[in-house]
């Protein structure tokens, strides 16, 4: 009889690490989106990633993970979803002592991980839908894409459905699972809610190039855990995940920049913090399968052609605010189809299947694979974009999904939020030291006016 598997605190500090780094590109992607946005709906815009959290946490663990993670409690492994009872409400069936597979990870530490990823993949979705989309109306359909869509689909590729075991389309860390879905949803909601108003003939520039840039670097930070982490154990494919992620991202950052130089003349902060979240996006589901050197090419080409791809919506007419479309969904593509190209048999070799053993499902690159690659991302694709869609079709006919013409021109921030970001009051300088002192600045005039004009004798030495 063999012993029963125990806790392996290295692969398990390695986890509870990455799934913290995970949570830390939602705040990042918050601060991302809001430095592009307009400064009268930056606090809506943040707000939206921030109750993603909230909301997608409690439901993952209610019945997100045991939908998308737990076996069929008949059939073993169902190909389209898993079970509706194996982890319902955080239940692991063996307390709080079950590991997840051979790993010697505890299945908290699992869910908490594969948690991190349900909620960016949700908040993604926000930045296409800035300025003009109600609260309520997000909620609801945060509420219906995550159950409708991210479940099955992260059940599709990570949890034993069919496109891992029949498809045996690849995705290391999410370029199908978060990216691609996350993008065709976009697209799907931009679609039903419409153009904002002044769209495309005024600028809409970002009104925080810093918070831009802080959000870039912090999505950039956490995104080694994203990647990383996915490999489940401290190992060798860990590692090439690592590595591959820094080089493809910095390779990315320098692909958009070089097209932005030759496009304007101009390379900007804006452009090389887009260029490092495109290739962060490229390399996501090729990091544990490509060699280094495809990971730098893969960084170039994403960069480049993301930078060359946000241009389409003003080509194609559809309001893709904060460009989830151009860098998620066709960075998400790239990186999916690089595998039919770059996949290493070598680095192959070395991954597992979450369980601690080989499973014989992953192949070096070649037409078959490119097949397998296209055929996962097209179907996530479509299914996406479809019900994303009709949810916000339902949405639009029943609460409303798209706030008022006034609302909308004045700014989301106060009239759903009652906050704005800034204040435009005169403080600061002998004003803000007045009301430390609970002085208003009237009485310190009057006070003024009150006391003599200083001499302008001069003193004698």
Known sequence: MEDAPTIDTGNTTWLLVSSALVLLMTPGLAFFYGGLNRAKSVLNMMMMSFVTIGLVSVLWVVYGFSLAFGANDNTGVNDYLGSFTAYLGGNTGDTFSALWGTTGIPVFVFMAFQMMFAVITVALISGSLSDRTKFAGWLVFAFGWMTLVYVPVAHWIWGGGFIATKIHALDFAGG???????????????????????????????????????????????????????????????????LNTQVATAAAVLGWIAVEWLKSGKPTLVGASSGAVAGLVAITPACGFVSPWAAIVLGIVAGAVCALAVSLKYKLGFDDSLDVVGVHFVGGWIGSLSLGLFANDYVNSLITDGLGASNGLFYGGGVTQLGRQALASGIVS???????????????????????????????????????????????????????AGITPAASKAAEAEEPAPSTEKVAG
Not at 224 to 232: D, K, P, R, T, V
Not at 397 to 412: A, D
Not at 415 to 428: L, M, Q, R
Request: no cysteine; net charge negative; proline share 4%.
């Open 176 to 242: 199908t699972a978060v990216h691609i879905n996350a993008g065709a949803a976009a697209l799907g909601v931009v679609l039903v809610l419409g153009k904002r108003i002044g769209w495309p003939k005024e600028a809409f520039k970002p009104h925080n190039v810093p918070f831009v840039a802080l959000g870039a670097g912090l999505l950039w930070f956490g995104w080694f855990g994203f990647n990383a982490g996915s490999e489940l154990t401290a190992d060798a494919t860990a590692a090439v995940a690592f």
């Open 382 to 436: 479509i299914y996406s974009f479809g019900v994303a869609a009709l949810l916000a079709l339902a949405i639009k006919v029943t609460i409303g999904l798209r706030t008022s013409p006034e609302t909308e021109v004045e700014g989301i921030d106060v009239n759903e939020h009652a906050e704005s970001a800034y204040d435009f009051a005169p403080t600061g300088g002998a004003a803000g030291a007045f009301a430390m």
